[in-house]
Antibody, heavy 118, light 106 residues
Framework: EVQLVETGGGLIQPGGSLRLSCAASGFTVNSNYMSWVRQAPGEGLEWVSVLYSDGFTYYADFVRGRFTISRDNFENTLYLQMNRLRAEDTAVYYC????????????WGKGTAVTVSS | IQLTQSPSFLSATVGDRVSITCRASHDISSKLVWYQQKPGKAPNLLIYGASTLQSGVPSRFSGSGSGTEFTLTISSLQPDDSATYYCHQLKSYPITFGRGTRLEIK
């Protein structure tokens, strides 16, 4: 079964760091575009980052320099390292297979909630 | 590229034909996707390439348009269609979403 499962969310103080994980099954992360999308409470969807199969990455302006997307091919897992967290980063973070026009996001995890608060 | 969805809220009756519009601030060709999201759930891909129905999605859903104006149509509304619908452009980075249309079934 094709599936994504995110873990690693929680409550973190402003300025802190957190690493989200997204374990894939039924397909290989390194052969696909993989993205992170977030949704603040009561708000819409907001694209965060994408990782291409060739290793190329793109970030939304509001996370560039603070967040890093990566993968572990052996573990078949996607990661999002989040540093210097701000209150406005509070959201449910979803990982998804796909990203660019050639591969729209067709498989999504259930999401992991991140709350940045003192 | 900014995406403007209208309306932001829609209330309709089972069996109605409903349409949601998404306007892009720049030409995005046909690089538009539609998602359905129910409360507490991840988005579900409905339409990609502006008009191609994702496998497993009921045929009452359809998409049209190109360039800067796009439409998602539900031909005969069902109770299970109560959700928020988002358009999403993949033409250029940063890839963006519309603000969503909440569809209520009367």
């Amino acid at each position: 079964e094709v599936q994504l499962v995110e873990t690693g969310g929680g409550l973190i103080q402003p300025g802190g760091s957190l690493r989200l994980s997204c374990a894939a099954s039924g397909f290989t992360v390194n052969s696909n575009y993989m993205s992170w999308v977030r949704q603040a409470p009561g708000e819409g969807l907001e694209w965060v980052s994408v990782l291409y199969s060739d290793g190329f990455t793109y970030y939304a302006d509001f996370v560039r320099g603070r967040f890093t997307i990566s993968r572990d091919n052996f573990e078949n897992t996607l990661y999002l390292q989040m540093n210097r967290l701000r209150a406005e980063d509070t959201a449910v973070y979803y990982c998804a297979r796909g990203g660019p026009a050639a591969a729209p996001m067709d498989v999504w995890g259930k999401g992991t909630a991140v709350t940045v608060s003192s | 590229i900014q995406l403007t969805q209208s309306p932001s809220f829609l209330s309709a009756t089972v069996g109605d034909r409903v349409s949601i519009t998404c306007r892009a601030s720049h030409d995005i060709s046909s690089k538009l996707v539609w998602y359905q999201q129910k409360p507490g759930k991840a988005p579900n891909l409905l339409i990609y390439g502006a008009s191609t129905l994702q496998s497993g999605v009921p045929s009452r859903f359809s998409g049209s348009g190109s360039g800067t104006e796009f439409t998602l149509t539900i031909s005969s509304l069902q109770p299970d269609d109560s959700a928020t619908y988002y358009c999403h452009q993949l033409k250029s980075y940063p890839i963006t979403f519309g603000r969503g249309t909440r569809l209520e079934i009367k």
